[in-house]
């Protein structure tokens, strides 16, 4: 048997095992996902962790440190203990496997290896969260979720991706430090002495990918119920 088949048939099975109150907390940790992307991002640009907050900037910079690092955990955490106890309830030994490894890749990249903690961490925080947002595609197949949500996912994670592909392109090109943190004093000065159309160009892809990186996680939680029973 493939992955894919076997991914499949453990999915049909957890969803054949889920009571109404499973339906319901998996809703709850929905909803506690949708703030884990909202709150912390709200605080950050309320100035709680940055005095003069960075923007565009993604999710890893806004959490890397302060009231949005507390908030982002704490939901999460709380997001993810809501969903895994229906795993363990409902799910089989892969789905618990499946879930288990899930947080621990979360885990390494947002608590162990946050942004900005040095050049070998965030190498780990890149891979992680890369990994991260391919184990929803398995989630995709656990839960069933409807295509539009999946689609919504897709089109965001090859639109960031692009995007982050060639805003390392022009940081190459001109010699930037690689990356969204850096301790180099000289980066400001250097991105201000870029051409215009490059400074302007640059900053764009930077509005893509915090555009596209929220998108990615949002069409995922939204979707999580929809192919679940409805009673």
Same mark, same amino acid.
């Given at each position: 048997?493939?992955?894919?088949?076997?991914?499949?048939?453990?999915?049909?099975?957890?969803?054949?095992?889920?009571?109404?109150?499973?339906?319901?907390?998996?809703?709850?940790?929905?909803?506690?996902?949708?703030?884990?992307?909202?709150?912390?991002?709200?605080?950050?640009?309320?100035?709680?962790?940055?005095?003069?907050?960075?923007?565009?900037?993604?999710?890893?910079?806004?959490?890397?440190?302060?009231?949005?690092?507390?908030?982002?955990?704490?939901?999460?955490?709380?997001?993810?203990?809501?969903?895994?106890?229906?795993?363990?309830?409902?799910?089989?030994?892969?789905?618990?496997?499946?879930?288990?490894?899930?947080?621990?890749?979360?885990?390494?990249?947002?608590?162990?290896?946050?942004?900005?903690?040095?050049?070998?961490?965030?190498?780990?925080?890149?891979?992680?969260?890369?990994?991260?947002?391919?184990?929803?595609?398995? %989630?995709?197949? *656990?839960?069933?979720?409807?295509?539009?949500?999946?689609?919504?996912?897709?089109? /965001? !994670?090859? $639109?960031?991706? &692009?995007?982050?592909?060639?805003?390392?392109?022009?940081?190459?090109?001109?010699?930037?430090?690689?990356?969204?943190?850096?301790?180099?004093?000289?980066?400001?000065?250097?991105?201000?002495?870029?051409?215009?159309?490059?400074?302007?160009? %640059?900053?764009? *892809?930077?509005?893509?990918?915090?555009?596209?990186?929220?998108?990615?996680?949002? /069409? !995922?939680? $939204?979707?999580? &119920?929809?192919?679940?029973?409805?009673?």
């Amino acid at each position: 048997m493939n992955i894919q088949k076997l991914i499949l048939k453990e999915g049909h099975k957890f969803r054949l095992r889920l009571s109404p109150s499973d339906v319901a907390q998996i809703a709850r940790a929905r909803d506690l996902f949708h703030l884990t992307t909202i709150l912390p991002c709200f605080l950050y640009y309320m100035q709680t962790s940055d005095s003069f907050p960075k923007f565009p900037a993604t999710i890893s910079f806004t959490i890397r440190k302060g009231i949005p690092r507390v908030a982002h955990h704490v939901l999460w955490l709380c997001g993810w203990y809501a969903m895994y106890d229906v795993f363990h309830r409902a799910g089989s030994r892969f789905c618990r496997l499946f879930a288990i490894q899930m947080w621990v890749t979360g885990i390494i990249c947002t608590f162990i290896c946050r942004l900005g903690k040095g050049p070998i961490s965030d190498k780990i925080h890149f891979v992680t969260a890369g990994a991260y947002m391919l184990d929803h595609i398995v %989630l995709f197949a *656990l839960l069933k979720t409807r295509r539009v949500y999946r689609m919504g996912f897709y089109f /965001s !994670f090859i $639109s960031m991706a &692009t995007a982050l592909r060639k805003k390392k392109q022009i940081q190459r090109d001109n010699n930037l430090s690689l990356g969204e943190y850096t301790k180099d004093d000289h980066r400001h000065e250097k991105v201000k002495a870029l051409h215009p159309e490059t400074k302007n160009l %640059l900053w764009r *892809l930077e509005m893509f990918i915090m555009a596209f990186e929220n998108l990615l996680f949002v /069409s !995922f939680v $939204s979707g999580m &119920t929809s192919g679940l029973p409805k009673n």
